[in-house]
């Protein structure tokens, strides 16, 4: 599917002239337990917050196809979401970027091997100044009568100055299943990033700080939330001018639970990940079958 959508994408830009553009290809992996048993039919309740171990993986395509045009795609296991798909046609007008395209859960649920829907993103950037970023996705219809379903949005807020860029961000993300009950997983993140570079240097240093909740909840019991302050780091380090190594980590500074429920203390909660990113020169010609 994702070299069909490619060779369609391709067609539609057949008039350009000969350029050379790059293609982005970023592949992560990690593993993390701060999260409920997605398999839980009933609430914790009074008992203590143990957490499941879940992996994660993140594999993104970005390739531009002339100055404005590009696309991007990418495929992800997430802990809320599960697992999704998403392949978007990007527009970039200098200040401007809009970015639309189809979004699919896959594998999620015995019932249901695919479910569609849309992604999107509208920003706003001054480069080397500011940026404000718009971004959501959904699967159509309802759970009760589609099985299940998701939906996520963000936005984020960013500025540079010499040697550093700071992100403000909000995030939600939902997952609803509907079987003879609803279930819903929620996770609410607010965050502060601060990316730290330096001139000729090999390797950048990102750190972030955060509140989240995550909270599943139950039609016909109780709800469990977790809530936590966070600490994390990310180093990308250059290994070759076109390959960078990305290793990071984040683990709670603080938790506590909704009551009744209680966080367990002899519980060490973490997320950490190491991954690559491959930038690839391209000479774009003009497309011939």
Same mark, same amino acid.
């Given at each position: 599917?994702?070299?069909?959508?490619?060779?369609?994408?391709?067609?539609?830009?057949?008039?350009?002239?000969?350029?050379?553009?790059?293609?982005?290809?970023?592949?992560?992996?990690?593993?993390?337990?701060?999260?409920?048993?997605?398999?839980?039919?009933?609430?914790?309740?009074?008992?203590?917050?143990?957490?499941?171990?879940?992996?994660?993986?993140?594999?993104?395509?970005?390739?531009?196809?002339?100055?404005?045009?590009?696309?991007?795609?990418?495929?992800?296991?997430?802990?809320?979401?599960?697992?999704?798909?998403?392949?978007?046609?990007?527009?970039?007008?200098?200040?401007? !970027?809009?970015?639309?395209? /189809?979004? #699919?859960? *896959?594998?999620?649920?015995?019932? =249901?091997? @695919?479910?569609?829907?849309?992604? $999107?993103?509208?920003?706003?950037?001054?480069?080397?100044?500011?940026?404000?970023?718009?971004?959501?996705?959904?699967?159509?219809?309802?759970?009760?009568?589609?099985?299940?379903?998701?939906?996520?949005?963000?936005?984020?807020?960013?500025?540079?100055?010499?040697?550093?860029?700071?992100?403000?961000?909000?995030?939600?993300?939902?997952?609803?299943?509907?079987?003879?009950?609803?279930?819903?997983?929620?996770?609410?993140?607010?965050?502060?990033?601060?990316?730290?570079?330096?001139?000729?240097?090999?390797?950048?240093?990102?750190?972030?700080?955060?509140?989240?909740?995550?909270?599943?909840?139950?039609?016909?019991?109780?709800?469990?939330?977790?809530?936590?302050?966070?600490?994390?780091?990310?180093? !990308?380090?250059?290994?070759? /001018?076109? #390959?960078? *190594?990305?290793?990071?980590?984040? =683990?709670? @500074?603080?938790?506590?639970?909704? $009551?009744?429920?209680?966080?367990?203390?002899?519980?060490?909660?973490?997320?950490?990940?190491?991954?690559?990113?491959?930038?690839?020169?391209?000479?774009?010609?003009?497309?011939?079958?």
């Amino acid at each position: 599917m994702f070299f069909w959508k490619k060779k369609c994408l391709l067609v539609t830009v057949a008039f350009l002239t000969s350029k050379l553009f790059t293609l982005d290809l970023t592949v992560i992996g990690g593993l993390g337990n701060f999260s409920f048993d997605t398999s839980s039919e009933s609430a914790i309740g009074a008992g203590k917050f143990e957490g499941n171990f879940y992996p994660l993986a993140f594999v993104n395509v970005e390739d531009q196809l002339s100055d404005t045009f590009g696309y991007t795609a990418t495929a992800e296991r997430d802990p809320v979401l599960r697992n999704v798909l998403s392949c978007e046609m990007t527009i970039n007008t200098g200040l401007l !970027n809009l970015s639309v395209g /189809p979004l #699919f859960s *896959l594998f999620n649920t015995s019932k =249901t091997i @695919i479910r569609p829907g849309v992604s $999107t993103s509208l920003g706003l950037e001054f480069p080397g100044i500011f940026f404000i970023n718009l971004k959501g996705g959904a699967t159509f219809g309802s759970s009760i009568e589609n099985d299940y379903g998701l939906e996520t949005s963000s936005i984020s807020l960013g500025f540079w100055i010499p040697n550093l860029l700071s992100t403000f961000s909000v995030t939600t993300s939902k997952f609803s299943e509907f079987d003879t009950n609803l279930i819903q997983d929620e996770l609410f993140r607010a965050s502060y990033r601060a990316d730290i570079h330096a001139k000729n240097s090999p390797y950048m240093v990102s750190i972030e700080m955060g509140y989240q909740s995550l909270t599943r909840s139950y039609e016909t019991s109780y709800e469990d939330t977790i809530r936590a302050v966070f600490l994390g780091f990310e180093t !990308n380090i250059i290994i070759k /001018p076109q #390959f960078i *190594l990305i290793i990071g980590a984040e =683990t709670p @500074i603080y938790v506590w639970g909704k $009551t009744p429920l209680e966080r367990a203390k002899d519980r060490w909660f973490f997320r950490a990940f190491t991954g690559f990113r491959w930038n690839i020169q391209k000479q774009n010609e003009e497309f011939a079958l």
